[in-house]
């Protein structure tokens, strides 16, 4: 079962490859933010296999950050890429 999940591993770090050269070379802005959120995805579930081939509890913690991260990340890109800025300020006061 070690030698199974040892290779959904490494055929997820491939694939983070993959998001990674999206996320460089990708010709548009979605391409991009989907290439990140692709990221975050993978990370999150890279940490919990290799939380589960080293039976801890441990890294469910750092999952939850990335996350968050990732989500908050996904969210600005995409109102940046709509909007043009992330933050709207009033400026009549």
């Known amino acids: 079962m070690t030698t199974?999940?040892?290779?959904i591993v490494v055929l997820i770090s491939i694939s983070?490859?993959?998001f990674v050269y999206r996320l460089v070379i990708g010709p548009s802005t979605p391409d991009?933010?989907?290439?990140?959120?692709?990221?975050?995805?993978?990370?999150?579930?890279?940490i919990g296999l290799?939380?589960?081939?080293f039976d801890t509890g441990f890294f469910l913690e750092v999952i939850l950050?990335?996350?968050?991260?990732?989500?908050?990340?996904t969210v600005a890109f995409s109102k940046f890429t709509e909007k043009?800025?992330?933050i709207q300020r009033d400026r009549n006061s």
């Open 4 to 7: 199974f999940l040892w290779v």
């Open 16 to 18: 983070l490859l993959g």
């Open 32 to 46: 991009r933010v989907i290439a990140l959120d692709a990221i975050g995805v993978g990370l999150i579930s890279l």
């Open 50 to 53: 290799i939380s589960i081939l």
């Open 65 to 73: 950050l990335l996350a968050i991260l990732s989500f908050i990340g």
């Open 84 to 86: 043009g800025e992330i």
